[in-house]
């Protein structure tokens, strides 16, 4: 089974910083990669697919990269509507599907 | 633009069958090439892939759970279910149902139910 690991488990930033979440995987995924926010109470909502590609509709602040077993998200500058945990999920050990222990975003 | 609405019992007891069934709505179920799936998250923590069924009817279930899960759909209810048996303790969470296709990205999720499984 492929092991998907997120660090940190918990961030706090201020607003306007720049946020970066890992997530490595225990075997190379290519960019069989996707990122979700999920806000309180909510289901998650897809970001980042493919590794890299914006999600339409979701804002150019947020990116991705990355390939094999390194990956990295981006919030290029927090708004205080990104407080959130956020996931990663591989698809490349399919049809298995994993997600990521969750980064939760909080602000300074 | 798909829906979709988990409904069944919040309360489940120990040693019983967890059964949920997940309506659709905006679209058929047996659309091609959409996976119609069931995430979990216990309280307070990650998500976790319980199984999925793909159009043909084709199951695939997490290898941790897939001695107890069974997924099926009903085409006539443009519904699908999930059966969880013999749960504990460690099985309450907020069940979602989702939907992907191809590309292997949840682009669909009901809002979730919390199911409790207590004596």
């Known amino acids: 089974d492929i092991q998907m690991t997120q660090s940190p488990s918990s961030l706090s930033a201020s607003v306007g910083d720049r946020v970066t979440i890992t997530c490595q995987a225990s075997q190379d995924i290519s960019n069989y990669l996707n990122w979700y926010q999920q806000k309180p109470g909510k289901a998650p909502k897809l970001l980042i697919y493919?590794?890299?590609n914006l999600e339409t509709g979701v804002p150019s602040r947020f990116s991705g990269s990355g390939s094999g077993t390194d990956f990295t998200f981006t919030i290029s500058s927090l708004q205080p509507e990104d407080i959130a945990t956020y996931y990663c999920q591989q698809y490349d050990n399919l049809p298995t599907l994993t997600f990521g222990g969750g980064t939760k975003v909080e602000i300074k | 633009q798909l829906q979709l609405q988990e409904s069944g019992p919040g309360l489940v007891k120990p040693s019983e069958t967890l059964s949920l069934t997940c309506t659709v709505s905006g679209g058929s179920i047996s659309s091609s090439s959409y996976y119609w799936g069931w995430i979990r998250q216990p309280p307070g923590k990650g998500l976790e892939w319980i199984g999925s069924i793909y159009y043909s009817g084709s199951t695939y279930y997490n290898p941790s759970l897939k001695s107890r899960v069974t997924i099926s759909v009903d085409t006539s209810k443009n519904q699908f279910s999930l059966k969880l048996s013999s749960v504990t303790a460690a099985d309450t969470a907020v069940y979602y149902c989702a939907m992907y296709a191809g590309t292997f990205h949840f682009d669909y999720w009901g809002q979730g139910t919390l199911v409790t499984v207590s004596s």
């Open positions: 493919d590794a890299s």
